[in-house]
């Protein structure tokens, strides 16, 4: 059965064609789904009714559930969407002022293995689909009843990992005849794969590249990030040089700050150092705690002058602010607590 939400409409066309029906019937199909975001065929009314039951038969729109979901203090809700397989993975939404942000997944669990992180506690169970990708924002929207302004693709997983499927999905998000969304509001978070990162910088997807950087130098990151032991920090400043050049957009690096790990000054003129040779801005983010993962997050004093240092350098650096502490904000903490406290599969 195919995925609607794969589909263009002039995918759609053959399809609906198959089953004898006019072309306009292909452009009601999308309108229902992609701008009044309902995803049930039986409420597809200007379509006769067995077609709509044509339809059902012949395509899918939403294959995963909400199995739980946890509203954090802040207005942060994180689902755990379970599919048929019984596989599950996380999706976030985040308000802020006038934006809803989408915190999306690409795969269930993770290869890479960052030592401080709980998706990839249990490894990669498996890739997601371009139709589950994009399903977890009409769950998102449909559950807490807001439309989706920003997405980040910084969830569960390496969505580089997950090519194709994922450069899919973010087609659909910003397709005038989909989504809608605006290039400019996507953001795609990645160890980087060099190779990838260049091949990424060939597509015509001006969205915004964030590259996972979490150390200043490479026997560090390589501790912190098993996947990254062939891969130079000098490596990623090329391929962020030539994303720049190619796409024109400015790169952010995101850093997790560990106590007593990456958090001293010395880490941070390494830091500097790596910056001075991109167009980039640094995403500081302080450390949210997993349980059984042996990382800390560095006291306020120390973020705030890990910070102020990258900023007397004028770089231009930030630090994220901590937001659904109480709906297990750190990525994979729900699936982990969820699937694997009772030995079902995950």
């Not at 973020?303 to 709906?327: M, P, Q, T, V, Y």
Request: with cysteine.
């Amino acid at each position: 059965m195919k995925h609607l939400l794969e589909l263009t409409e002039d995918q759609l066309l053959p399809e609906l064609t198959q089953l004898g029906q006019p072309p306009y019937r292909a452009r009601q199909v999308a309108q229902w789904v992609w701008t009044k975001r309902i995803c049930d065929f039986t409420r597809m009314t200007d379509l006769p009714p067995p077609l709509r039951d044509q339809l059902g038969r012949k395509l899918s729109i939403l294959t995963g559930k909400i199995s739980k979901r946890i509203d954090s203090d802040d207005g942060v809700v994180k689902l755990l969407i379970e599919w048929p397989d019984r596989q599950a993975v996380e999706c976030v939404l985040i308000p802020e002022a006038q934006r809803r942000t989408a915190c999306l997944s690409t795969q269930v669990g993770c290869a890479v293995g960052c030592a401080f992180c709980a998706s990839g506690l249990h490894g990669l169970a498996r890739n997601l689909t371009a139709g589950e990708i994009i399903e977890q924002i009409f769950h998102l929207q449909a559950a807490c009843d807001q439309r989706i302004s920003n997405v980040v693709i910084m969830g569960m997983g390496e969505p580089l990992a997950n090519y194709q499927p994922t450069v899919a999905a973010i087609r659909a998000i910003i397709d005038p005849q989909r989504l809608n969304l605006s290039a400019r509001k996507v953001t795609l978070s990645t160890i980087g794969p060099p190779k990838l990162i260049s091949r990424l910088a060939k597509e015509n997807l001006p969205i915004t590249l964030a590259i996972s950087l979490h150390a200043p130098n490479d026997a560090l990151r390589r501790k912190l990030i098993p996947a990254a032991a062939n891969v130079t920090i000098n490596q990623l400043i090329r391929a962020g040089q030539e994303f720049f050049s190619q796409r024109g957009r400015e790169l952010t690096l995101e850093y997790v700050l560990l106590a007593g790990v990456n958090d001293s000054p010395q880490c941070a003129d390494e830091l500097i150092a790596i910056a001075r040779q991109l167009r980039c801005n640094i995403n500081l983010i302080p450390y949210n705690p997993v349980a059984g993962v042996d990382f800390r997050r560095p006291g306020k004093k120390t973020i705030k002058a890990f910070c102020d240092r990258l900023r007397k350098s004028e770089r231009n650096a930030h630090i994220r602010a901590s937001r659904g502490a109480s709906a297990q904000a750190a990525c994979g903490q729900l699936r982990r607590t969820v699937a694997f406290s009772d030995n079902t599969p995950a």
